[in-house]
């Protein structure tokens, strides 16, 4: 199966720029996503990036796509407590498209 | 629409009992996912259904867990008999496109 890679804990003061990195395996990912997973809930998601798409912008999220080296990024500008929480990298699955396989989530922590 | 609902939100059983979990994905979604997610292993998905038939389920852990879909709204995962071992959150997701998921606010399983 895929590897989806990330690192497991970010510390970021607010107002300062977080940037969650994230590696994967598979190349033929067509759309890779980002979900939020808050404190006893289960995940949302968040934003998403077709591959033929080197960035996309949304609001205070950037999403970078790497695909030569496999590599994600979610950048949360101006970074908020409420921001904390942890963020999962998702690619689909080769065998469907329809299952997603997740990294074991960046743990962000916000700090006043 | 009231988005995927499980139930129960926390379950605790002595070792050796059967336990049900159950899932009410979101209306006109025709799939629905069940992932386990604990800290060493991160989101695991073990079954996937597709217009209430089994897909995949090559990651369920053992004969232990068995998991229907008798109708569109409402899916069930049993393990029986339960193991401390099994103990971690179990997320019900539905979606009607590829990688974007809705997950239900999960059951915390504690088996002692």
């Known amino acids: 199966g895929e590897d989806v890679e990330q690192s497991l804990f970010l510390s970021v003061r607010e107002g300062d720029s977080s940037v969650i990195n994230c590696t994967y395996t598979d190349s033929s990912s067509t759309y890779l996503y980002w979900y939020k997973q808050e404190p006893g809930a289960g995940l949302q998601l968040l934003t998403y990036?077709?591959?033929?798409?080197d960035m996309k912008q949304d609001q205070r999220l950037t999403v970078l796509l790497n695909k030569k080296d496999k590599h994600l990024s979610l950048r949360i500008a101006d970074t908020q407590t409420g921001d904390s929480a942890i963020y999962f990298c998702?690619?689909?699955?080769?065998?469907?498209?329809?299952?997603?396989?997740f990294g074991k989530g960046t743990s962000l922590l916000v700090t006043p | 629409d009231a988005g995927v609902i499980q139930s129960p939100r926390h379950e605790v059983t002595e070792m050796g009992q059967e336990v049900t979990l159950r899932c009410k994905p979101i209306s006109g979604h025709d799939y629905l996912f069940w992932y386990r997610q604990t800290m060493m292993r991160g989101l695991e998905l073990l079954i996937y259904?597709?217009?209430?038939?089994?897909?995949?389920d090559s990651g369920m852990p053992e004969d232990r867990f068995s998991a229907k879909m008798p109708n569109a709204s409402f899916s069930t995962l049993k393990i029986q008999p339960s193991e401390p071992r099994d103990s971690a959150v179990y997320f019900c997701?539905?979606?009607?496109?590829?990688?974007?998921?809705?997950f239900g606010s999960g059951t915390q399983l504690s088996v002692l």
């Open positions: 990036i077709f591959s033929n798409m």
């Open positions: 997701a539905s979606s009607g496109q590829p990688g974007v998921k809705f």
């Open positions: 259904f597709n217009n209430n038939v089994p897909i995949d």
């Open positions: 998702a690619v689909p699955n080769s065998n469907s498209g329809y299952a997603l396989n």
